[in-house]
């Protein structure tokens, strides 16, 4: 109960046809983004972190569903990230969902309920999401079931992509705050 009613909450009150709009135009992009930037991962990252804060600051509950998951499906798709080693990536996606969802819900909680500052609720939700994936990897690599490449990926370079992407995704919140 208590997860929906947080999964519901929104900083800015779009009718259902804005909504709409914002989860199909940040879905999209999310999938075709490693199709047209294939590289470099921090700048791919970036952009679909920026996408996922947000969306949890104006999209209700399930609709945030395939902005969550469509994002490491492009990828995989695209095979280009992670090259030769995107097979291995089909043992973090679980993983990937869950982590954009442990950021989607500390921008809900901190920001938009405790009213936290942007700032801090950025810091934590990196440290969440990207700590929360490196252990993932971390105990898939002791397992064999990774290469040694995704520690970094899922770690430091999480931590990056999600700051750099909340710096963007600071600028578009301005824009909608203005428009909303």
């Given amino acids: 109960m208590y997860i929906n009613k947080l999964a519901n909450l929104q900083r800015?009150?779009?009718?259902?046809?804005?909504?709409?709009?914002?989860?199909?135009l940040?879905?999209?992009?999310?999938?075709?983004?490693?199709?047209m930037l294939a590289h470099p991962q921090w700048l791919v990252g970036t952009i679909v972190n920026a996408m996922i804060i947000s969306a949890a600051m104006s999209v209700k509950g399930h609709k945030l569903l395939p902005v969550i998951m469509l994002p490491s499906l492009g990828v995989?798709?695209?095979?280009?990230?992670?090259?030769?080693?995107?097979?291995?990536?089909?043992?973090?996606?679980?993983?990937i969902w869950i982590g954009n969802s442990l950021l989607i819900g500390t921008f809900k909680f901190l920001n938009i309920h405790k009213k936290w500052d942007y700032s801090s609720t950025?810091?934590?939700?990196?440290?969440?999401?990207?700590i929360f994936l490196f252990i993932a990897a971390f105990v898939m690599f002791k397992f064999g079931l990774l290469p040694v490449?995704?520690?970094?990926?899922?770690?430091?370079?999480?931590?990056?992509t999600v700051i750099s992407g909340g710096v963007l995704a600071f600028g578009f919140e301005k824009i909608k705050a203005k428009i909303s």
Wanted: no cysteine; charged share 10%; glycine share 6%.
């Fill in 122 to 130: 950025l810091i934590i939700g990196a440290a969440v999401k990207s």
């Fill in 149 to 160: 490449m995704f520690l970094s990926a899922m770690g430091i370079m999480q931590w990056i």
């Fill in 12 to 24: 800015y009150k779009w009718s259902i046809r804005n909504e709409a709009i914002e989860v199909v």
């Fill in 76 to 95: 995989l798709a695209a095979g280009l990230i992670f090259k030769q080693f995107t097979p291995f990536l089909l043992y973090m996606i679980a993983f």
């Fill in 26 to 35: 940040y879905s999209l992009a999310g999938f075709f983004l490693p199709f």
